[in-house]
């Protein structure tokens, strides 16, 4: 990824990593993402935990599923998205509407 994709993708995984201790787990998870708008919590299938252990289980190694995503693994993860992205601003847009970051955040980034 080029150095304007991977500081999006830090801001994004600084905003998720509320505790800042560089792991995002389901802890730092409660507050940021709602899951009870989760179709499979709303129908009873699953609890908020199972909710948002699939979430963290979407960006986790394949090989190691613990329920604790590192910066790595969240780059590692984007690295897949980002190669089927032609332009760093598409990428830049996506990743802003997806994560909410500030608009002045990702003005710095078009900069
Ligand atoms: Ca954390």
Do not use: C
Request: no cysteine.
């Amino acid at each position: 990824m080029s150095k304007a994709r991977k500081e999006v993708v830090m801001q994004a995984f600084r905003k998720l990593d509320r505790s800042g201790d560089g792991v995002v787990t389901i802890e730092d998870l409660r507050g940021v993402y709602n899951a009870k708008y989760h179709p499979k919590y709303q129908n009873g299938e699953w609890t908020e935990e199972q909710v948002f252990r699939t979430f963290l289980d979407s960006f986790d190694s394949p090989y190691d599923k613990d329920g604790k995503v590192t910066l790595e693994e969240f780059l590692n993860y984007y690295a897949g998205v980002s190669a089927s992205i032609d332009t760093d601003v598409y990428f830049i847009v996506m990743m802003n509407n997806a994560w909410k970051l500030s608009s002045s955040e990702a003005r710095d980034q078009l900069r």
